[in-house]
């Protein structure tokens, strides 16, 4: 009976693949990887086990952008809001993270790019996240944002104090700036400068809302919900994703 239904599946993904437009596809993909600790209640296990369940789960998920071919994913794993919780919950969850990303550096597939408010994090995860960060710098593959301790409220006021502090030291005052500042301006200094925004951000576990994820650059992205927890989000769940995103008139501004 397994074997029917991963045949049926496998007939059905291919069904999709061929459906997909060259033209349509996302080149900037954002995941909200939520409901790993729900997941992990529902049966009946550890918290820490939902993350290490979810983990599992990223390798195979940029497996399934390579084939795509898109060029750039951003993976929330950890808010600043999750930084408030108590220790026993942060640090397996911090732990986790740690191991995930040395795995994603190990495998010399992915460009690691760390983006949130790294000053948050305990100093050895700030260094073992850079580290990753340094060991891929040259990989030619799909860049992979690792958004930890990341908050769309917090990126936006640290793009303006680095804002302020870039022009301090050019000598210009409050008042000339206020004259000159655009938008163009403060993306020079977010955590994701120099990046195009995410066509598609898709969010698991049934939530449908943002949180605060890329509140900048998502202003034009296109939205997927879906229902499954992130550790049972299937290829099958990324297709639907892709072809809905496909299927959309995208509407800049309006």
Not at 130 to 136: G, R, Y
Not at 180 to 190: G, K, P, R
Request: proline share 5%; aromatic share 8%.
């Amino acid at each position: 009976m397994t074997s029917m239904w991963s045949l049926a599946y496998d007939l059905y993904e291919r069904r999709i693949l061929r459906s997909l437009p060259p033209d349509r596809l996302p080149e900037h993909i954002g995941v909200m990887c939520d409901g790993n600790r729900r997941w992990a209640r529902a049966f009946g296990g550890e918290v820490a086990g939902g993350y290490v369940a979810g983990a599992d789960k990223i390798e195979q998920f940029l497996g399934w952008c390579d084939q795509l071919q898109v060029k750039l994913v951003t993976l929330w794993l950890l808010s600043t809001d999750n930084l408030s919780r108590p220790a026993e919950e942060v640090e397996p969850l911090l732990h986790v993270i740690e191991g995930l990303v040395a795995e994603l550096a190990a495998a010399e597939r992915w460009r690691i790019n760390p983006v949130g408010a790294l000053d948050l994090l305990p100093p050895e995860s700030a260094v073992r996240l850079k580290a990753a960060a340094d060991a891929t710098c040259d990989v030619p593959g799909m860049t992979v944002n690792i958004a930890v301790a990341y908050g769309g409220r917090r990126e936006l006021a640290d793009a303006v104090r680095s804002l302020l502090h870039a022009h301090a030291k050019q000598g210009t005052t409050i008042e000339e700036l206020a004259d000159v500042i655009d938008v163009e301006h403060i993306a020079e200094h977010l955590y994701t400068r120099g990046q195009p925004d995410p066509d598609l951000v898709i969010r698991t576990s049934g939530e449908q809302r943002m949180s605060g994820f890329l509140l900048w650059q998502s202003v034009h992205s296109e939205f997927y919900f879906c229902e499954a927890m992130w550790p049972d989000f299937r290829r099958t769940d990324f297709l639907r994703a892709i072809r809905a995103y496909a299927a959309r008139e995208r509407r800049y501004g309006g």
